[in-house]
């Protein structure tokens, strides 16, 4: 059974940075692409990042492009989004996602979910 384990959310001041981290078990985690998406109130679940099963491919939402990266680390069975130069508009829950074989953009397509981090960014 798989599961994952968000963390690594806060309040944070705009220009700041937060580094989520995301815990994975279950089945060899290899097999896997990863993703984080993040959901405000009042608004739909929107992709963040995407990464490969053998983290050599990356895509990111133009809206974090140059500011956020994802990464893994398939020995320690991690996930992590490095969040660098945050606006208030990053507020949201954020929630790492994985899906067996290629990267997608698309939340539909994930099957495992963690339970979400919660991140605030004040002006």
């Known amino acids: 059974q798989v599961q994952l384990i968000d963390s690594g959310g806060g309040l944070v001041q705009a220009g700041g940075s937060l580094r989520l981290s995301c815990a994975y078990s279950?089945?060899?985690?290899?097999?896997?692409?990863a993703g984080w998406f993040r959901q405000a109130p009042d608004k739909e679940r929107e992709f963040v990042a995407t990464?490969?099963?053998?983290?050599?491919?990356?895509y990111y939402a133009d809206s974090v492009k140059g500011r956020f990266t994802i990464s893994r680390d398939n020995a320690k069975n991690t996930i992590t989004l490095q969040m660098n130069s945050l606006k208030p508009e990053d507020t949201a829950v954020y929630y790492c996602?994985?899906?067996?074989?290629?990267?997608?953009?698309?939340?539909?397509?994930?099957?495992?979910w963690g339970q979400g981090t919660q991140v605030t960014v004040s002006a």
């Open positions: 279950g089945r060899t985690f290899g097999r896997y692409a």
């Open positions: 990464i490969s099963q053998a983290g050599r491919v990356t």
């Open positions: 996602a994985v899906r067996l074989d290629l990267t997608s953009r698309r939340s539909s397509e994930y099957e495992y």
